[in-house]
């Protein structure tokens, strides 16, 4: 397991894509260099909406369980390890 830390754009170049290619790229890395199975995120701030963007684009790869983003290596489905984020119920710690 990683964890994704302190993962910042400057405000002048947001918008632009370079941010939602760094994350992908930075944890493409994690799960094809290390062999890395989950990457927890810390969403803090305004970064929650820029990471459901990126958890989009990994599809059933990925979820967001405030306030956290998890990302899963490729043949991993969110669902299955995380079923109780999909039960429609309130999520209670």
Known sequence: MAELYKFYVHPKVRSGGIGLAAAQMALDHLFN???VQKVIVDMHGDSQGFWEKVVETYAERAVVIEPHC????????????????F?????RF
């Open 87 to 91: 039960s429609g119920l309130p999520i």
């Open 33 to 35: 260099t290390y062999g």
């Open 70 to 85: 998890y990302f899963l290596a490729p043949g991993q489905i969110a669902q299955q390890h995380f079923p109780w984020a």
